[in-house]
């Protein structure tokens, strides 16, 4: 009776480990997430159905933890644009900004900065700035209204009166 209830304590510890770890993974915040990983794998290594799923996400934390591969300077239109989403992605939003400033420079006719500004504006919390570069886009393609609308990055705003009318423009 004492072995079960250990058995199951030792499970219960595994699983907390687990959970604890999986919670600094899905934040992104590997280096955390794989020292918790190499912990319960240290400590509860006799239980195979966390060691084995353990395994499998250290060796992602660890990727992940790596020395970034460099990445290539932007050099076209096309670039400047692909880095800017990247870099929004990562919530390096000043750096993002850059990117678009200079696509922007390259093809100032193209509505799709406009767009990815007014997706920036709105991650940084800056409504006004938003509805005014999605303004921008919409009035250079009506597609941009479509994709706005659509677009879970826009949600913040989907509420928003301004929104509402710019949507309605045709």
Not at 27 to 54: N, P, S, Y
Not at 106 to 117: D, G, Q, R
Not at 145 to 155: G, W
Request: some cysteine; glycine content about 2%.
């Amino acid at each position: 009776m004492k072995d079960e209830r250990t058995k199951k304590d030792e499970y219960q510890k595994a699983l907390a480990a687990y959970s604890e770890a999986l919670k600094e993974f899905h934040k992104g915040r590997f280096d955390k997430a794989a020292d918790l990983l190499r912990t319960l794998l240290e400590k509860h290594a006799a239980e195979r159905e966390f060691a084995d799923r353990a395994r499998t996400y250290l060796a992602i934390c660890d990727e992940r933890l790596k020395e970034p591969r460099e990445i290539p300077a932007p050099k076209t239109f096309e670039d400047f644009c692909h880095h800017g989403v990247y870099r929004m992605n990562r919530r390096e939003y000043e750096e993002a900004q850059k990117m678009f400033d200079k696509a922007a420079k390259l093809n100032s006719e193209s509505p799709i900065v406009p767009y990815l500004t007014a997706a920036l504006m709105t991650a940084m919390n800056k409504p006004d700035e938003a509805i005014e570069a999605l303004k921008k886009a919409v009035q250079g393609d009506k597609f941009y209204k479509i994709l706005a609308q659509n677009e879970s990055d826009f949600e913040p705003l989907w509420e928003d009166k301004r929104f509402r009318l710019l949507m309605r423009m045709s």
